[in-house]
């Protein structure tokens, strides 16, 4: 098999027959035999894959993908970027595994995420490094403000998605994986997310709930929200909802945890998606980007005020991923010397702009996002119900003309792009086209 040319030198995705490919069928039936039926992707996206380079992806049939899948967001700067390769490749000669021993590249890490904090934030913030998933340091939020005020309770939203381990499916808004599993962690109260454009008060609607000694709620040892909730559809918090959410936990004395996992690394156009919502919270959780390239880590940024834990409260074997520390040190010198987050926001808006072309389609309820992380969502235009089975088709056609990307949201109605966030004008141009034709080809023939 032929290896993929370099990003500079594309000529476009390529898809030479039916999916899967005869090669693809033989491994997909190898796992379907061995591996877990909670296996999901490679469900809606039947292929196996064979290598990656930039924005791109190939199958082991040859066919070649615009990769908008990237990992489910890990990949923030495409697959196998060099500089990220030279610097990991260099420190397999050194360290792979340090435990929560310092280290060089442990340091250089730190550093570099504290740096990209906004000013007034870094100097008081410090930094915990967790079990090498997102879940995992959801986890560690709770537990440390748990800790930190003496409360049990936690206050989250609908609609988002935190984890599925028992403690973050208990956090999260999605009902099915809830029922099959009992006696997940009590305690979590749910209240409406105010996204852009919604009509009703859901910050006073937290704020009676809250201060009413009728309520129903005790005060909370924290609240935990994402700002652009992404499993959930890609639904941005309206930013006066969010503000008020943050003066209300602050004169509650109730720490508010910011669940950063899907949107930070930049991802929305900033290093991370608060900035653009003019606060600050007590606790920051983030995984997937951290390292750029996939290589799993996890860390929690919280007020230094509430580290009233003792040594060995929250541990992870694999909390010292030094590969994952390096990278993630060189994709943050990658982020400010070739200004990425410029290229998000460019990007970001030719997506919007291109997309655009939807607003007239009767089956596209709305297209909504942030920098580089977009989502369309799919609705019955004469009942209003979600078109799961439409979204599926709108993936499906899109994967056929060499466009890979996710679905989510409420019933997985929403399809969803997560591009690199170095991808060129060129590479977003063609997934645009694609995807718009994609929709067009399967809502042709429906009222």
Known sequence: MT?????????????????????SAEYLARQGRWESNARTYPRS????????????????????????????GVLSLGHNHPALVRVVTEQLGHLTHGLDFPTPAKEAFVQAQLSMLPPGLRDRMKLHFCGPTGANAVEAAVKLCKVATGRGDVVSFQGGFHGSTHATMALSGLLAPKQAVRNIMPGVHFFPFCSDGCDTDCA??????????????????????????????????????ARRVRELTRSLGVP??????????????????????????????????????????????????????????????????QLAFAAGAEAVRIVREEDVLGNVRRRGEQIRTRLDGLADEPWVREVRGRGLMWGVELADPGTGRPASALAAAVQTEALRHGLML??????????????????????????????????????????
């Open 45 to 72: 996206l039947p292929i196996a894959l064979a290598e990656g380079c930039g924005s791109f992806v190939r199958d082991v049939d040859g066919n070649v993908f615009i990769d908008f899948l990237g990992g489910a």
């Open 204 to 241: 006073a609607y937290l704020e009676r709930s809250l201060r009413d000694s009728n309520g129903g709620v005790p005060l909370p040892a924290a609240v935990l929200m994402e700002l652009v909730q992404g499993e959930g559809g890609v639904v941005p918090a309206d930013i006066g909802f």
């Open 256 to 321: 508010l945890v910011v669940d950063e996992v899907q949107t930070g690394c930049g991802r929305t156009g900033t290093w991370y998606a608060f900035e653009q919502y003019g606060i600050e919270p007590d606790v920051i959780v983030a995984s997937k980007a951290l390292s750029g390239m996939g290589l799993p880590v996890a860390v929690i940024l919280y007020d230094a005020t509430l580290d009233t834990w003792a040594p060995g409260t929250h541990i992870g074997t694999f909390r010292g991923n």
């Open 3 to 23: 290896s993929l040319v370099h990003p500079e030198t594309w000529s476009g995705p390529r898809v030479t027959g039916p999916l899967p490919g005869p090669v």
């Open 406 to 447: 996710e679905r989510g949201g409420r019933d997985d109605c929403v399809v969803r792009l997560l591009p690199p966030l170095n991808v060129t004008a060129e590479v977003a141009d063609t997934a645009c086209t694609i995807l718009l034709a994609a929709v067009a080809a399967v809502t042709a023939h429906r009222p």
